[in-house]
């Protein structure tokens, strides 16, 4: 079992870009920014210090939300 991910994202003509890791069910109510590269496609989200449960992935592009998924850490 590992305790990384690989996340892709499409950044279109955006100046910063984070994906935001948020606890719920379950989890420890964990909150963590991870500051993308806007020149990438994809970065790995090391979870190992994360309990588990559910998590929401949220990609937030020059302060808005723009896209969310469920991550379930088990």
Known sequence: MTNEIQVSYILNGVTSA?????????????????????????????????????YTVALVCDGTIVDAKTLIKQ
């Open 18 to 54: 984070y994906l935001m890791v948020i606890g719920q069910y379950g989890s420890d109510g964990t909150s963590n920014n991870y500051v993308l590269d806007t020149e990438s496609t994809q970065t790995i989200l090391n979870l190992s210090g994360y309990s588990n449960g559910f």
